[in-house]
T-cell receptor, first 111, second 115 residues
Framework: SQELEQSPQSLIVQEGKNLTINCTSS?????LYWYKQKYGEGLIFLMM?????EEKSHEKITAKLDEKKQQSSLHITASQPSHAGIYLC???????????FGAGTRLTVKP | GAVVSQHPSRVICKSGTSVKIECRSL??????MFWYRQFPKQSLMLMAT?????????EQGVEKDKFLINHASLTLSTLTVTSAHPEDSSFYIC???????????FGQGTRLTVV
């Protein structure tokens, strides 16, 4: 079973639209990571969040971690076909812990 | 970011044979390496954690005699799938971490097909 709840499972948006993916844990997290993957390929690191309330942005992607460090959102502004792929949130519960992953969100961006 | 190289990227083997997958950290020393398995359209499931010079810690439900993990040096960990069967066909990914507080870097994965 997944320790991280990720939603939605899949998402289809029109090019240019904004979208949000959520990742929730029942336990306080040490670190929350967002990755992008094309199925059958490796993971591309997007962002890491460690502090409660932290927010980071890279190009058109913004990730936030709530104050309790149990929930994170990934927001894509003005989506493009190049954003399509599987987005995975990963989390560690302590600095000595391995990383566990959410179920992933499959994003399709229609041109 | 740091580079983790995984080899081979694809392998096809006959049922009953063993296959070895290598995971190398190219520009840093990895004290800990992780092995994951991914089924089609599913997320990554942690199989085992290995620390250099010690035995790997396997997740519940993962057969340690079937999935042999060796982390003999600070730059190399290997996963050997012994007596492979078609149900072992999957995508296997490793990740490596330099120190406890560090980020884990992922290899490009290995697609194993057992025929």
């Amino acid at each position: 079973s997944q320790e991280l709840e990720q939603s939605p499972q899949s998402l289809i948006v029109q090019e240019g639209k904004n979208l949000t993916i959520n990742c929730t844990s029942s336990k306080t997290l040490y670190g929350l990571y967002w990755y992008k993957q094309k199925y059958g390929e490796g993971l591309i690191f997007l962002m890491m969040l460690q502090k409660g309330g932290e927010e980071k942005s890279h190009e058109k992607i913004t990730a936030k971690l709530d104050e309790k460090k149990q929930q994170s959102s990934l927001h894509i502004t003005a989506s493009q076909p190049s954003h399509a792929g599987i987005y995975l949130c990963g989390a560690r519960r302590s600095n000595n812990n391995d990383m566990r992953f959410g179920a992933g969100t499959r994003l399709t961006v229609k041109p | 970011g740091a580079v983790v190289s995984q080899h081979p990227s694809r392998v096809i083997c006959k049922s009953g044979t063993s296959v070895k997958i290598e995971c190398r950290s190219l520009d840093f020393q990895a004290t800990t390496m992780f092995w994951y398995r991914q089924f089609p359209k599913q997320s990554l499931m942690l199989m085992a954690t290995s620390n250099e010079g010690s035995k790997a810690t396997y997740e519940q439900g993962v057969e340690k005699d079937k999935f042999l993990i060796n982390h003999a040096s600070l730059t190399l960990s290997t996963l050997t799938v012994t007596s492979a069967h078609p149900e072992d066909s999957s995508f296997y990914i490793c990740s490596a971490r330099a120190f406890r507080e560090g980020e884990a870097f992922f290899g490009q994965g290995t697609r194993l097909t057992v025929v």
